[in-house]
Each structure stands twice: as C-alpha cells, then as structure tokens.
T-cell receptor, first 116, second 113 residues
Framework: GAGVSQSPSNKVTEKGKDVELRCDPI?????LYWYRQSLGQGLEFLIY????????KSGLPSDRFSAERTGGSVSTLTIQRTQQEDSAVYLC??????????????FGSGTRLTVV | DQQVKQNSPSLSVQEGRISILNCDYT??????FLWYKKYPAEGPTFLIS?????DKNEDGRFTVFLNKSAKHLSLHIVPSQPGDSAVYFC????????????FGKGTKLSVKP
C-alpha cells in the first residue's frame, strides 16, 4: 500500500491477556520503528528494526514486550500479560534506510490499546 | 528526565496571524530537529526539519529557527489557517541514535477563524 498500515485500529483487552499488534510498512522502507503515546505524553520509542541488523530494543519497557519483523517487512509487537499501564496508542513508522532523522518517518494511524 | 520539552500544552491564535511553537532541549549531542503535526485519530506527519549546522529552515508557510546556544527551537507558521489546528510535536535525534527520535509532549494549536 501507499502508507504504513496498522491493525487493529482499536483493541480492548482484559488485564493479563496477551495482545498482538501488526504493522505493514511502506514497501521498500528498510527501517521500522515502534513508538507508543500514553495519555498526555509524548511519543515514547520502543524498538527499531533496520534491514537484517539486530533490532534496537532499548526502549522496550519490560520483558513482557517483544517484537519481530519477518522477511524485512511486516512487524508484530506482542505484549504479554497486559497491565492497565500498557493502555496507549501504539504507533508504527517506517523510513528509507534509517534516515528518519533527516527526512522524517511515515507513521501509521496507530492501534489504540485499552486494558480493562 | 525529559530531553525535549514543549512547555506550552496549548496555543490559540487568530486566522491570518503568526503561530509560534516553542521547544527546548537539554542534550547538546542532538544534531537534527524535526516537527511533526498530528490530527486526532491519525498518525503524526512530518512537517519540517533542521540540521544543527543551520539556524533557519523555511518551507512555505513554515519556518523553523534553531538557537543552539540557548538549546531552543521554534516553529513559525505564517499566516495561520484553521486547517493548521492540530497537535505539534518537536523531536530530536543524534548521530548515534540510528534515526530514533526523542519527542516532546506536544503543543495543541487552535487557529480560530
């Protein structure tokens, strides 16, 4: 597609359940980022994939969070044993060759996760 | 410990006037600064960027000014239009961050007709 696609757009889950969020980046973009925005906060970096390199996981808040990127394209962010503080909008972005600091990322519309 | 700060959560201006959005940072290693605009229920969209070797970058109605000594940047929108009403995020990166951006909390701009 022409843009970054995320699914689902909204997800309500019970505390303790696992969730999977999906991101389909722009074709040809080798860099993929996950951020989250909690209520009243800025965007918080979670994880970064660049080509076949090992991902930068330095932003993941706990070991309940993990992400993978298959075939250098689609990425899945998994949150295990969800907690109420995980409620946020999870945003995926992609850019050509990790040059997002020069040209900006293209963000998807996000997945709004609500943990009840 | 916020490295990028947007101290004004909201700003209201009249259509046709100038909007000035401010951003302060603490990390002197930052070498690129970007502004994003976000409408409700949409992802942020890239607006304009500036390298730390410059003090001004202009793109149409949007100009970003960088004052490195003060660790301050600002986004000027002239003239402001109702369609500019959105949340504006300031972001910064440095060479070692591999393109990861550090964002401020955003300023909500309302442009009134």
């Amino acid at each position: 597609g022409a843009g970054v696609s995320q699914s689902p757009s909204n997800k309500v889950t019970e505390k303790g359940k696992d969730v999977e969020l999906r991101c389909d980046p722009i074709s040809g973009h080798t860099a993929l980022y996950w951020y989250r925005q909690s209520l009243g906060q800025g965007l918080e970096f979670l994880i970064y994939f660049q080509g076949n390199s090992a991902p930068d996981k330095s932003g993941l808040p706990s070991d309940r969070f993990s992400a993978e990127r298959t075939g250098g394209s689609v990425s899945t962010l998994t949150i295990q044993r969800t907690q109420q503080e995980d409620s946020a909008v999870y945003l995926c972005a992609s850019s050509p060759r990790g040059l997002g600091h020069l040209y900006g990322y293209t963000f998807g519309s996000g997945t709004r996760l609500t943990v009840v | 410990d916020q490295q990028v700060k947007q101290n004004s959560p909201s700003l209201s201006v009249q259509e046709g006037r100038i909007s000035i959005l401010n951003c302060d940072y603490t990390n002197s290693m930052f070498d690129y600064f970007l502004w994003y605009k976000k409408y409700p229920a949409e992802g942020p969209t890239f607006l304009i960027s500036i390298s730390s070797i410059k003090d001004k970058n202009e793109d149409g109605r949007f100009t970003v000014f960088l004052n490195k000594s003060a660790k301050h940047l600002s986004l000027h929108i002239v003239p402001s239009q109702p369609g500019d009403s959105a949340v504006y995020f300031c972001a910064a990166s440095y060479g070692g961050s591999q393109g990861n951006l550090i964002f401020g909390k955003g300023t909500k701009l309302s442009v009134k007709p």
